[in-house]
């Protein structure tokens, strides 16, 4: 099993910046797909951004359309820590952003198929 606790949220202005991270237990985290989920206010949990094993150390990351070339996750496995580095931020971006792990199988943007999530934590976009 692995735990999961976000960080680095809070209050920007539109065009500003926010790194979110999320440091995870356990031993094993090279071997986890990871992603970032958010939850705008009032709308469902949609995906942001994923970084998935493909071999031994070897990752291939995916976006959403709405964040692709303004958004980067990246993954330091000496320190078990998830990043999204965002940029360029849109009022629409407001959401409370999560991070999510699986061990085994194929490739996901559904939040269902995420067995580990942590707690979330709020980024909000002001105009």
């Known amino acids: 099993q692995v735990q999961l606790l976000e960080s680095g949220g809070g209050l920007v202005q539109v065009g500003g910046s926010l790194r979110l991270s999320c440091a995870a237990s356990g031993r094993t985290f090279s071997s986890y797909n990871m992603a970032w989920f958010r939850q705008p206010p009032g709308k469902e949990r949609e995906f942001v951004s994923s970084?998935?094993?493909?071999?031994?150390?070897?990752?291939?990351?995916e976006y959403a359309d709405s964040v692709k070339g303004r958004f980067t996750i990246s993954r330091d496995n000496a320190k078990n820590t998830l990043y999204l580095e965002m940029r360029n931020l849109r009022a629409e971006d407001t959401a409370v952003y999560y991070c999510a792990a699986y061990l085994n199988g194929p490739p996901s943007k559904m939040a269902r198929s995420y067995a580990y999530w942590g707690q979330g934590t709020q980024v909000t976009v002001s105009s």
């Open positions: 970084m998935r094993t493909i071999g031994t150390g070897v990752y291939s990351a």
